[in-house]
């Protein structure tokens, strides 16, 4: 299975999920809901384009390289933004074991693509 159909019906939604959760902290509430439907857009919209040879209009051309997907200014985002926020709200919300887990699982294997592609990218 293509990692973008993963993010697209598996993560996306668990980030939504996890924002809906989050009730002490505002910022945090709207960055996870804002981040999956993000994460289910993009994924979804590359998943497309790269399935049909370009054959769709790329709406997301600044984030998008027709080669490696994401760019790398996208995955040092990631790498620098996004999972740092994701740790502080794994280490700080109250989360049911089983989102909490599947959480961490998320953040480590997602940054360590991140990083294996950023540095294979340089």
Partial sequence: MDVRLYDVFFSGP????????????QFLQYFMIVTGVMNILYNGHNYLYFRKDGQ????FKYFLDKK????????????LGMYPIFFYIYWTQNLPQWLSTIFLF?????FGFNLYNFI???
């Fill in 68 to 79: 490696y997907g994401k760019t790398q200014i996208h995955r040092l985002w990631n790498l």
């Fill in 56 to 59: 769709i209009l790329p709406f």
């Fill in 106 to 110: 998320e953040i480590v294997i997602g």
């Fill in 120 to 122: 294979k990218l340089l």
């Fill in 14 to 25: 668990i980030y939504i999920y996890i924002g809906t959760l989050i009730k002490n902290n």
